[in-house]
C-alpha cells in the first residue's frame, strides 16, 4: 500500500451529480479495490502505476477561499 501526501489548490469541485452541488474530495485512491468499486476510474487522474486499491493520495491544501460561497449548498464528500 502507497500512501502519499499530495498539496493541491482545493478540494471543493462543482458537481454535475443531481444529489449536490459541490463535491468534497479530501483524497484519491483506497486500500480495499472492491470489485464493484464506482471510483476505480479515478486512477485515470494520478501518476499511479500501482492497481486500484493499492494507494491513497491524501489531499492537503490551504485555507478555503470564500467558505461564504458554500452557504446553502448541498456539498458530497467523496474521494
Known amino acids: ?3 502519499k501526501e499530495i ?3 482545493d478540494v471543493i469541485t462543482k ?3 443531481p444529489v449536490c452541488d459541490y463535491s468534497v474530495n479530501p483524497y484519491t485512491g483506497c486500500e480495499h479495490a472492491c470489485k464493484y468499486c464506482y ?4 486512477k485515470r487522474f494520478t501518476c499511479h502505476t500501482e492497481d486500484w486499491g493499492a494507494f ?3 489531499k492537503d491544501w490551504g485555507e478555503i477561499k ?3 460561497k458554500y452557504d446553502g449548498k448541498e456539498l458530497f464528500i467523496g474521494l
Not at 471510483?39 to 479515478?42: N, P, S, T, V, W
Open 56 to 58: 491513497l493520495d491524501v
Open 7 to 9: 498539496r493541491v489548490n
Open 1 to 3: 500500500m502507497t500512501i
Open 39 to 42: 471510483a476505480c476510474f479515478m
Open 15 to 17: 458537481s454535475n451529480l
Open 66 to 68: 470564500r467558505p461564504e
